[in-house]
């Protein structure tokens, strides 16, 4: 480990990007200038980080994701291969439109699932969790399971990643955690215990 995170020999790292300690980047990947990765990441092969963009604290990249200016991910987001960001509504290979960029924030603790795309200026809510090869169009709720395309809500997921099932009053129990959470007005809160 060089700096205190590792590089594959056939990555790019660019002057000017912040590593974090315990990082590993792979193969072929490029880290461009002004990016921000924190610590213990895990950045797969053929993977781009273009400038401004910031990673927290073991943010786990597939292979074949580019991460465009514009995109924050918090602490623990988990990218799955080959899903896709995109940062302008309306591109025009013909028309110039880099100040136009629209950010993207994907909360702590979200997972997005292999052949997703995350259409630019929507939330992704924390643990939230996208199912492969949805497509999605609006913000994502704390929580929320969304799938198909354009995605849809189809249930609630635990911080562990197991689907959770409610009762009458509005609580689920994690299957693995045993951690209980709540559900009121159409959210999803974990309960302190």
């Not at 291969?81 to 950010?103: E, G, L, W």
């Not at 259409?119 to 643990?127: A, D, F, K, L, Q």
């Amino acid at each position: 480990m060089e700096k205190g995170y590792f590089a594959h020999p056939t990555a790019v790292i660019d002057d000017g990007c912040k590593i974090g300690k315990g990082t590993k980047i792979w193969h072929f990947s490029h880290i461009m200038n002004g990016s921000e990765i924190g610590e213990n990441c895990n950045i797969g092969q053929n993977v781009v980080v273009s400038p401004g963009v910031k990673l927290g604290r073991n943010v786990k990249v597939q292979n074949n994701v580019s991460i465009y200016t514009g995109v924050i991910c918090e602490d623990d987001v988990f990218l799955g291969p080959s899903m896709v960001f995109t940062n302008i509504i309306n591109p025009r290979s013909a028309v110039i439109r880099r100040d136009k960029y629209v950010p993207t924030l994907v909360e702590k603790g979200a997972t997005i699932g292999a052949n997703s795309t995350i259409v630019c200026g929507n939330r992704i809510g924390m643990y939230s969790f996208i199912g492969a090869g949805a497509v999605v169009t609006k913000e994502v709720k704390p929580y929320a399971l969304v799938v198909g395309n354009p995605a849809r809500q189809t249930g609630w997921m635990s911080e562990y990643g197991h689907r959770l099932s409610f009762d009458e009053n509005g609580i689920a129990i994690c299957p693995e955690s045993r951690e209980k959470y709540r559900l009121r007005d159409g959210m999803v809160s974990k309960i302190n215990q």
